[in-house]
């Protein structure tokens, strides 16, 4: 707990679930191959829209589910788990990856994606992926979806989708993938985890499956395939060792 803050933490998972996740994905195994075996333990889970619901004025609560999830609780707590001994180092871990400094209060959320990646970045948890004579394309951005915030400028950085062969031998898995939107108001549209499988890449996510209202976290397509569809840009950062 920060000095000076408290905080309530709502814990919306069985007493058993840390447990039973923990030791499907062990401690000593390395990070990668933590964040595989956990993908997919929590594969075809709930997905949940808006799952930090809270709004500016009201008590901000530190939600954790591992049950349920949108796109980037299902990023954030895998990351945060797949690095952890234990659950309450999985607790702060995942804290700390969502608040600027770890303080639970809904302006120090990380609300947009690029603030979550350049945060956890400048905090030593990621790093943009490194490929020589590559760097990242930059996209100016002003975002203004969140009205509570006001409009904030963004450098959105990431490689367009004809790049990944390129990307692909650096590639590992655990890296973080965000696709880049297109809209001038909003930098990222969707996230999720790489896997490595031989020579494919593929995607843990949670999206929305074709003509179901539910969406579940699962396992998809070779990256590649994926960027074609979304017709979009991506970035890939991999958490600092």
């Known amino acids: 707990m920060s000095k000076g803050q408290t905080w309530i933490t709502r814990r919306e998972y069985p007493p058993d679930r840390f447990r039973r996740l923990s030791e499907a994905a062990p401690a000593d195994l390395p990070y990668g191959e933590r964040v595989e075996r ?8 709930p997905y949940r829209a808006n799952p930090l619901d809270s709004a500016p004025g009201d008590p901000e609560a530190f939600s954790v589910s591992l049950t349920a ?24 871990r995942l804290r700390r990856l969502r608040y600027e400094d770890g303080r639970v209060d809904y302006f120090r959320r990380r609300h947009y994606f690029s603030q979550w990646l350049s945060g956890n970045e400048a905090e030593g948890r990621m790093a943009l992926l490194d490929v020589p004579n590559l760097p990242p394309r930059v996209w100016p951005r002003t975002l203004s979806v969140l009205t ?22 650096r590639v590992r898995s655990g890296d973080v993938a965000a696709f880049v939107s297109t809209r001038r108001d909003l930098d990222y549209f969707h996230t999720g985890l790489l896997i490595v499988r031989g020579s494919h890449v593929l995607l843990a996510h949670a999206a929305r499956e074709r003509r179901m209202r539910r969406r579940r976290p699962s396992i998809g397509r070779r990256t590649r395939r994926s960027c074609r569809r979304c017709r979009d840009r991506c970035r890939r950062s991999r958490r600092a060792s």
């Open 38 to 45: 956990l993908c997919e333990a929590l594969s075809g889970s």
């Open 69 to 92: 999830f949108d796109c980037v609780t299902f990023v954030e707590e895998i990351t945060a788990m797949a690095a952890a001994d234990s659950e309450e180092d999985f607790l702060t």
């Open 148 to 169: 509570a915030l006001g409009p904030q400028s963004e450098s959105v950085r990431g490689w367009p989708k004809a790049a990944f062969p390129r990307l692909r031998p």
